[in-house]
């Protein structure tokens, strides 16, 4: 087990509250990355309550389109809204929308997944959430690396447990999760030297869940219950 006197996730202030969310961004690609950053650092509101920069903006927020990039998440990256509640001052979560290219079915069968990507039909959008967090050590890349290592082996354990939907109907399980590049300029970073990596969890963004949908309107009738 890792130490956590070396191995921690780094706080990220608390916020100012429901009141920075300003619903989804959208994320023009013709800007440099770092400028996206800053954008959607000013736009989403800071860590500590303030921000007009990704210095005293959400940090996650600048790694966001350099981490989940097209290789990364299978299609192009949008979109990012800050969700509420669900963020906090360890980890932060977002709507995230991705362009995805369509599948053409027509040349797949039986269990052969299909790869005749269509070239005339426009690509379409799905919505993920993502909840991102920051995991420091302060002793360089080894401990970070074995505590990630451990991690992924987790994740991988609990999707397993989760993943059918006929034995646990009301869990969605995240799908994959991705580590971000490290804060170090220098790779890897010498020993006894804080590095840091983000952290996303993603999964299919669902607008309710069912005891959300059970008390709202408009009510559902007896037999939809």
Known sequence: KFNPNIISIQTLGSGSGPTDDVG???I???YPTATVG???GAALGGVAGGGGNIASGDALLSSLP???TTPVLGGQLVAIGRLWPGSGRMMRSYRIRVRVPRIDSKHSSGNTRPNNITTNSPPY???LACKAFIVRSE???TPLRMAL???DAELKRLRSLLSDPSVHPHVLSYARWVVGQSSSPNSPSPVNTPVARPVYLLRQHAHASLSDRLVSR???TLIEK
């Open 125 to 127: 959008t799905i919505e």
């Open 66 to 68: 350099k981490d989940l």
């Open 24 to 26: 989804i961004y959208n």
């Open 149 to 151: 290592t451990e991690g």
């Open 139 to 141: 002793e360089g890349d």
């Open 218 to 220: 408009p009510f559902l």
């Open 28 to 30: 023009d690609t013709t």
């Open 38 to 40: 800053q954008t959607l």
